[in-house]
């Protein structure tokens, strides 16, 4: 299986706040890499896949990168509904893997 | 609008069977490749399996810690997509997602991200 590692866990930022993740896989996924954003209580949305292209209505301050094994995911201005858990996904190979995501808090 | 309901959750002891279920609407139900993804409590996310089209073949996938104890299935007809668990045990328990696998061809293949999904099921599984 595909394993998918994210860091860090958790980060504390402040609104405005630029803010960079990272994803990394145990082999090569070529671009087949997706980022979800979680809040407390709700189920998971699409943010972000293959690995760069934004998700119709999510907001341009979100950007992706990456191929291969190492993928980020940057926030250029951190906003109050930021504050998430944010998780990538490899869609590869099955078993789709998740990584076990970062968590933004408020600083 | 796309709709995704799961339904089915519950108290479950260990050693049970439970049957969830997911109503879809607002698209083409039958042309759909459907996953389940769950979420143990405080946990991060885990796909399960997948179920694709019947006329992409209708096969399944499952993840390691499920095969053999849980099983995909679809009602086309019903616009239903079901996930069929046995022999359960305390760590299944989890909130249960359906969503679609959604297929985008790009430059590199064709893509598959979840996405939408539902608002899940918890199933808690406990003596």
């Known amino acids: ?107 | 609008e796309v709709q995704l309901v799961e339904s089915g959750g519950g108290l479950v002891k260990p050693g049970g069977s439970l049957r969830l279920s997911c109503t879809a609407s607002g698209f083409t139900f039958d042309n759909a490749w459907m996953s389940w993804v769950r979420q143990a409590p405080g946990k991060g996310l885990e796909w399960i399996g997948r179920i694709k089209s019947k006329s992409d073949g209708g096969t399944t996938d499952y993840a390691a810690p499920v095969k053999g104890r849980f099983t995909i299935s679809r009602d086309d007809f019903r616009n239903t997509l079901y996930l069929q668990m046995s022999s359960l045990k305390t760590e299944d328990t989890a909130v249960y997602y359906c969503a679609i696998d959604r297929r985008i061809l790009m430059i590199v293949g064709t893509i598959t991200p979840i996405d939408p999904w539902g608002q899940g099921t918890l199933v808690t599984v406990s003596s």
């Not at chain 1, 934004?54 to 979100?62: A, D, H, K, Y």
Request: charged share 15%.
């Open chain 1, 1 to 107: 299986d595909v394993q998918m590692t994210q860091s860090p866990s958790s980060l504390s930022a402040s609104v405005g706040d630029r803010v960079t993740f990272t994803c990394r896989a145990s082999q090569s996924i070529n671009r087949f890499l997706h980022w979800y954003q979680q809040k407390p209580g709700k189920a998971p949305s699409l943010l972000i896949y293959a690995a760069s292209t934004l998700q119709s209505g999510v907001p341009s301050r979100f950007s992706g990168s990456g191929s291969g094994t190492d993928f980020t995911l940057t926030i250029t201005s951190l906003q109050p509904e930021d504050f998430a858990t944010y998780y990538c996904q490899q869609s590869y190979v099955t078993p789709f893997t998740f990584g076990p995501g970062t968590k933004v808090d408020v600083k």
